[in-house]
């Protein structure tokens, strides 16, 4: 059942291409120039004249709802806050009945989301669900919704529903963005065929990366800790890299936005410390570079990803991972599945359960 692959992981990592293609399936209609997606059109009122939206989530979909903030903000133009929702369901929010709230959850079980959608409900908020499993408990629970369809998810540590779920945020963001105005025709013709075409990167970035990853994964198998960096659209995807890395490799990492690595963590960085960083054309590329110089003048091991053709960041980084061009709102996607399979192949040269980490469950149904 795991089609040939040593694991569920590596099985889902490479399912990406497909789960991100049946995610826009019957709702990414670029030859009729239309996002068709029910659940946002039957409320599409609540959307408009929402004071706000209020993603809440945990783990790696809260990261996607980091994610779902840049885009929906960028082309909806509608006011996003992202919460953990433990802390969201503690804190007494304010929240009334003109916000909309999004839960993001691959399992649809997770306690604490659950708990705190429920709170969001009880004070009026229209709540609204992107969950993998079908029928699950916040599935049920929502007053609308959209499934990512990215098939079961076997391995712990998300992979394909995470790419999923940036796939259902940019479908939302960019049917908002055409519905108000935010967006206008010829941007949004140009933006649904480059996300029609993604399925087609993400499987030429498996493909040409699988290979040098291994390679790179054997250098790091004693790395004791790794920092992740990025800017915009791809600091959360640095947080995300870092966490399937210490989930699966018990290797600490931890995510920053690259900017504030000035702030702190800068001081941990010397000729042992690994540094990936997301570094994309599109994506203040220039302060990156920066960044980076500031990296090596500390004589950090810098592993980049960079757009192919790229020279700058190349020509200081000590292992450059090659991804296409795209355009901003979509390099965390195209970004993300070198970083899974680093992760999942260090953890493997450590001999760890990659499909079971230690600690760890699927659905986390308690708090
Ligand atoms: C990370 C991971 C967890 C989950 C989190 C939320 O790889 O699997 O961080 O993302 O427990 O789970 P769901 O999405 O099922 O609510």
Not at 212 to 223: G, H, L, P, T, Y
Not at 237 to 251: C, D, R, T, V
Not at 278 to 300: F, L, M, T, W
Request: proline share 4%; net charge negative; glycine share 8%.
């Amino acid at each position: 059942e795991k089609g040939g692959y040593e694991h569920f992981m590596l099985k889902e990592i490479f399912e990406q291409p497909k789960s991100i293609h049946d995610t826009m399936r019957g709702r990414l209609l670029v030859g009729e120039g239309i996002i068709k997606m029910a659940g946002i059109w039957d409320h599409i009122e609540k959307f408009k004249n929402a004071n706000r939206i209020i993603i809440i989530a945990c783990g790696t979909s809260w990261h996607a709802g980091l994610i779902g903030e840049y885009l929906i903000e960028e082309y909806g133009r509608i006011p996003v806050e992202v919460e953990y929702a433990s802390e969201f369901r503690y804190r007494n929010p304010i929240i009334t009945d003109r916000d909309v709230v999004i839960a993001i959850s691959q399992s649809g079980e997770t306690a604490d989301t659950m708990a705190a959608l429920k709170l969001a409900k009880e004070k009026g908020a229209f709540i609204y669900g992107i969950c993998n499993v079908v029928d699950s408990s916040i599935a049920r629970i929502t007053d609308a919704g959209s499934y990512t369809h990215a098939g079961p998810e076997i391995g712990v540590a998300s992979t394909k529903a995470f790419t999923a779920q940036l796939t259902i945020l940019t479908l939302i963001a960019f049917k908002l963005g055409k519905h108000n105005g935010n967006l206008g025709n010829a941007d949004f013709m140009s933006l649904i065929a480059e996300l029609d075409a993604i399925p087609k990167k993400v499987e030429d970035v498996l493909s040409s990366t699988h290979e040098q990853i291994q390679e790179i994964a054997k250098d790091f198998v004693n790395a004791t800790n790794f920092l992740y960096l990025g800017r915009g659209y791809n600091y959360p995807a640095a947080l995300e890299g870092a966490l399937k890395l210490k989930e699966i490799s018990y290797i600490h990492a931890e995510g920053y936005p690259a900017a504030e690595m000035k702030h702190g963590p800068i001081a941990l960085i010397d000729e042992n410390m690994p540094i990936v960083i997301i570094a994309p054309k599109k994506g203040h590329y220039d302060k990156i570079v920066s960044n980076v110089q500031e990296i090596k003048a500390r004589k950090g091991k810098v592993i980049a990803v960079v757009n192919k053709g790229d020279r700058q960041v190349s020509e200081m980084a000590d292992y450059v991972i090659e991804i296409p061009e795209t355009s901003e709102c979509f390099s965390p996607i195209v970004a993300s599945v070198p970083l899974q399979l680093l992760a999942y192949y260090i953890a493997v040269y450590r001999g760890a359960n990659v499909d079971q980490p230690r600690n760890l469950a699927k659905s986390v149904t308690v708090e």
